[in-house]
């Protein structure tokens, strides 16, 4: 079994695969668009898809005049299609590129999304991108905030109140202080977003207190803080059980993009690219 895992993993047979589904694609689309150029043939498979689409949107089946109207439209789409083609509407047509490339790269996506993942190579996944997958640390804190634009000494004046709290009350400082816009007491925020409302430093002095007592001075971007550490939990890395369904989500969209990766370089080899210089810079006026 793991040869064969090794063997649907090779570029090559990706692309034997993608040529044998091209070719299931070309006999499917046959039914519909003849064997020659003149000749269309709305087939039943064709109308199928037509009923079902009109079923996802009206919760029904569509009537017999119904039908007919969603046949000739898809047949005057085709004749417009076939036309266009002939007359190179399309050609250098970045929409129609940018779709085509859209719908080819959902088609190759396809031979990569039936991958499974042994458990020990899904624990190699894990091993090497470790950091996306831990829980940041949390914090619960109370903050007394002292404002350096509207005191003469910030620093001096949080360490005098600092000086006059019950060092273990959580309540001590209340009413004290000055006024901000940011919270007085956050409860079970990630470190990011504690970064996010106070600045780094101040998320780097909380590394220094102890739980349990009011502490600091710790500086902001705004001024100082008296801080009470209400609770911490430290980074956490989860088992992979955890997070096995993130893992695989993330496992098979690397794969999805590697696969797509490992095609246009064996598609490259099947074309002879050549580069014109680029163009001049344009002369300033």
């Known amino acids: 079994h793991s040869s064969r895992g090794r063997l ?33 043939v709305v087939g039943t498979e064709r109308q199928a898809q037509l009923t079902a689409a009109f079923e996802r ?9 119904e039908l007919k109207g969603l046949v000739d439209d898809w047949l005057r789409e085709e004749l417009a299609n076939r036309e266009a083609q002939q007359l190179g509407l399309g050609e250098n047509d970045p929409i129609i590129r940018r779709r085509l490339r859209q719908k080819y790269e959902a088609f190759v996506d396809q031979l990569s999304m039936g991958a499974t993942p042994s458990t020990g190579e899904l624990q190699a996944w ?10 940041q640390p949390r914090y619960s804190l109370r903050q007394v905030f002292f404002s ?3 005191r003469d000494d910030a620093l001096s004046d949080a360490r005098a109140v ?10 001590a400082a209340n009413g004290l202080g000055d006024g ?31 739980p349990g007592r009011w502490a600091g001075p710790v500086t902001s971007a705004y001024g100082e803080h008296l801080v009470y550490l209400e609770s911490f939990t430290p980074q956490l890395q989860p088992p992979l059980e955890e997070v096995r369904e993130a893992l695989l989500r993330d496992w098979r969209d690397a794969q999805r993009r590697e696969a797509r990766a490992r095609g246009y370089a064996e598609l490259l080899r099947e074309y002879d690219v050549e580069f014109a210089p680029p163009p001049a810079p344009a002369d300033d006026a």
């Open 8 to 40: 649907l993993r090779e570029p090559l047979v990706h692309f034997a695969l993608l040529g044998a589904g091209l070719f299931a694609l070309y006999l499917t689309m046959a039914e519909d668009t003849g064997t020659g150029d003149r000749r269309i």
């Open 57 to 65: 949107v009206w919760r029904r089946p569509p009537t017999d005049a």
């Open 180 to 210: 901000m816009t940011l919270p007085q007491r956050l409860q079970g925020e990630r470190a990011s977003a504690v970064a996010s409302a106070f600045g780094d430093v101040f998320l780097e002095g909380l590394t220094t207190i102890e």
């Open 148 to 150: 350096q634009d509207r």
């Open 126 to 135: 894990y091993d090497a991108h470790r950091s996306d997958y831990t829980a």
């Open 162 to 171: 600092l000086q006059s709290l019950s060092p273990s009350d959580p309540k």
